[in-house]
């Protein structure tokens, strides 16, 4: 199953694979099994670390004869330090050269925060800080119109098919509708049952944006980072109503979750470096939910979000 883009006509698969926290030692191998599993789209960032041993894996799938390019959907995002005019190219290509690509599917703004530039060849990712030392972030004044003016510039160039945004908020999504020569094709969100979104939802499906929903598991994802409030709250995958309802369907908890976004027309990212839990998140949409139940894992929603700029240490409330 595939959701049509807008502006491309491209078709962007459901179900994907998503990179963040794989490590740089076993990456090529994890996406490489993905392939062999049957994940075509992988979506990946520069801020992972990961995009060289992401495209090595690629690559041997290519060579294998797996795949074709043709056959894969690839998407990266631009981090926070290099929304200036004078880097978005320069780190798009950057990023096509680590992946080892000549275009990316889908190119995102991963936030809609500038910080200041580092230098990739001093520092590469260069993460949340800019003095690690003392703990601080710093930032530039770069309005998100002169970083959407190069993004676009990125797909007449033929470095992107389609460009898109990542944890933006309604207001600045209009904004950047009414001065965007071309639109944004993807709106890619945190949603889980504890954050469900619907207005943002709602906004992006009125404007003809497709959303990909992140850490569609909830807390899960969050746990290993030691986050506080994945540690204050229950397991989505553990929860008596998702239980409940997989028993029913002799499914998964994570398959109740992950088809709770993709009836909704939502696309999810999962990873998972277990061969059977690869399979089972891939193969989740042979089956339906009811309308009762869907209302029912909705109502899970009580608005808490883990992937949150105002606990950096910069606090940035850019959802406020």
Not at 95 to 103: E, I, K, N, T, V
Not at 152 to 158: D, F, I, N, R
Not at 196 to 210: S, Y
Not at 220 to 234: D, I, R, T
């Amino acid at each position: 199953m595939s959701i049509t883009l807008k502006h491309s006509g491209q078709k962007m698969p459901l179900v994907g694979f998503g990179l963040w926290k794989v490590p740089t030692d076993s990456c090529a191998d994890t996406v490489y099994n993905a392939i062999k599993v049957g994940y075509r789209l992988f979506d990946g960032a520069q801020d992972y670390g990961n995009e060289k041993e992401a495209g090595e894996g690629v690559r041997r799938a290519i060579a294998d004869g797996l795949v074709k390019r043709e056959d894969l959907f690839i998407t990266s995002k631009l981090w926070n330090t290099f929304h200036s005019k004078d880097h978005v190219l320069e780190m798009t290509e950057k990023s096509l050269a680590d992946w080892g690509l000549d275009y990316f599917d889908l190119w995102l703004i991963h936030f809609p925060i500038a910080q200041k530039y580092v230098d990739p060849a001093v520092r590469y990712p260069p993460n949340l800080l800019f003095d690690a030392d003392a703990g601080t972030m710093e930032f530039e004044d770069v309005p998100i119109s002169e970083t959407w003016a190069e993004m676009e510039k990125a797909v007449e160039l033929g470095f992107a098919k389609n460009i898109g945004i990542s944890n933006f908020a309604g207001a600045l999504i209009i904004d950047l509708l009414r001065y965007a020569k071309i639109p944004p094709a993807v709106l890619q969100i945190e949603h889980h049952p504890y954050l469900t979104q619907p207005q943002i939802i709602a906004l992006a499906e009125q404007r003809g944006i497709a959303v990909t929903a992140y850490s569609s598991f909830g807390p899960q994802s969050f746990l290993e980072l030691g986050h506080p409030l994945a540690k204050s709250v229950g397991l989505l995958l553990e929860a008596d109503l998702i239980t409940t309802i997989a028993k029913a369907h002799g499914k998964t908890p994570a398959q109740v979750l992950l088809r709770w976004a993709t009836q909704r027309g939502i696309a999810v990212i999962p990873k998972s470096n277990n061969p059977q839990r690869l399979a089972e998140n891939l193969n989740h949409i042979d089956f339906d939910l009811t309308p009762e139940e869907l209302e029912k894992i909705s109502a899970l929603n009580v608005g808490l979000r883990f992937n949150d700029p105002a606990d950096w240490p910069g606090k940035i409330y850019i959802f406020a």
